[in-house]
DNA sequence: TATAAAAGGACAAAAATAGTCTTGAAGGTG
DNA sequence: CACCTTCAAGACTATTTTTGTCCTTTTATA
């Protein structure tokens, strides 16, 4: 339960490969695949929302491929796993009104809004530098 | 992403109904699938595996039913999810040995470790009884 | 123009979720 | 005992989500 799914998995891994590039060089995906052990046209899809959202940048044509598109001190574990996921919600109560008609009068409710809030916490507090760097 | 499924809110709802009970009173499954809108069959498959744990207790036969194994204050959240959803487990890294080569120099598993001992704690924190409550 | 790459969309297989149905077992009641 | 009530258990089915694949298009370079 609560699970991330090999999708979330696969972008973490990713983006930290591209983290711990020199900074400057690119990385094809099918390098990256390789390198993360992911299958390459699934990973690319993953990389095509990471170009959307600004995550990545990425260029086509010779020469091309994927580079951070901003340090990666400044992209958090959470954008990264929200890119692929989708939201962290615990509950569909929380998606908003209308979609749990018990909320006005459900106590259960609170409890995913504080175990929404503190996960998120965590996620953004963790930058994809940090992971990136080898230590042991 | 880190969602409840239906079979999870499902449970949470059905135990509720169990601890708004007066006590000592017993209720079929078909009562209670009807009072808190749940396909009565499913409902029984999750009431099964609550009893096989002793969070309620069963009876067959004319009179027979279910009410709560023991005092809905001593029945935590936690326990109602975990029995259903599994264990709270935000990714498989955490499965143990094995289950993740890259465990041992991998950065990301300390931050799933904190994720899951905060959520566990959050669910731990809460009873059945705080749920049942009718409050506004 | 030919080639190299990512972008995008349609499709397919596998797994998990959600739910049904049928039969069996246990317990009461006349 | 015969019968009815209720949960237990397992097999089965349908739907949705996850996990991919493949093919065509677009953009860029040489």
Redesign the pocket.
């Known amino acids: 339960?609560m699970g991330l799914?090999?999708?979330?998995e696969?972008a973490i891994r990713g983006i930290i490969y591209l983290a711990r590039l020199p900074q400057g060089k690119?990385?094809?995906?099918?390098?990256?695949a390789a390198a993360v052990d992911?299958?390459?046209?699934?990973l690319?899809?993953i990389?095509?929302n990471f170009?959307?959202l600004g995550l990545v940048s990425?260029?086509?044509?010779?020469?091309?491929?994927?580079m951070l598109g901003r340090p990666a001190a400044k992209i958090t574990l959470r954008e990264v796993v929200e890119v692929v996921?989708g939201p962290i919600m615990p509950n569909r109560c929380l998606l908003g009104v209308g979609s749990c008609d018990r909320a006005a009068h459900c106590n259960v409710h609170p409890v995913w809004q504080k175990v929404q809030s503190q996960v998120v916490a965590i996620l953004d507090n963790v930058t994809i530098e940090e992971l990136a760097r080898e230590e042991r």
Chains 1, 2 share one sequence.
């Open positions: 339960m799914t090999r999708k979330g696969y690119v990385a094809l995906i099918s390098e990256i992911v299958p390459q046209a699934f690319a899809k990389f095509q170009a959307k990425s260029a086509r044509g010779t020469g091309g491929g994927f996921e």
